[in-house]
Nanobody
Framework: QVQLVESGGGLVQAGGSLRLSCAAS????????MGWYRQAPGKQRELVAV???????NYADPVKGRFTISRDNAKNTVYLQMNSLRPEDTAVYYC?????????WGQGTQVTVSS
């Protein structure tokens, strides 16, 4: 059974930084892509950033220039470095792994940014 385990969320003041980690129970290269999504209260889950097995990355417009997705192949871990955090970044952040036709999710980690 594939597991994605997130860590690194918490409470931070606006302008601060956090790094999220997502450890997969299988090799990163078993996925076509891995990424981070977030869901704020009352809103739909949205893509934040994705990294493909070839290393290509893509970011949602609101986080471009502030967030960086990366991976450690040896640890089967994907990271999301979040800088210059804003109150509107407050959400539950979910790790995602795509291995078509399957789609795997972590349990989520709360990020709260205070103003």
């Amino acid at each position: 059974q594939v597991q994605l385990v997130e860590s690194g969320g918490g409470l931070v003041q606006a302008g601060g930084s956090l790094r999220l980690s997502c450890a997969a129970s299988i090799s990163f290269f078993s996925f076509n892509a891995m990424g981070w999504y977030r869901q704020a209260p009352g809103k739909q889950r949205e893509l934040v950033a994705v990294i493909t097995s070839s290393g290509s990355t893509n970011y949602a417009d609101p986080v471009k220039g502030r967030f960086t997705i990366s991976r450690d192949n040896a640890k089967n871990t994907v990271y999301l470095q979040m800088n210059s955090l804003r109150p509107e970044d407050t959400a539950v952040y979910y790790c995602n792994g795509k291995s078509p036709p399957l789609n795997y999710w972590g349990q989520g980690t709360q990020v709260t940014v205070s103003s």
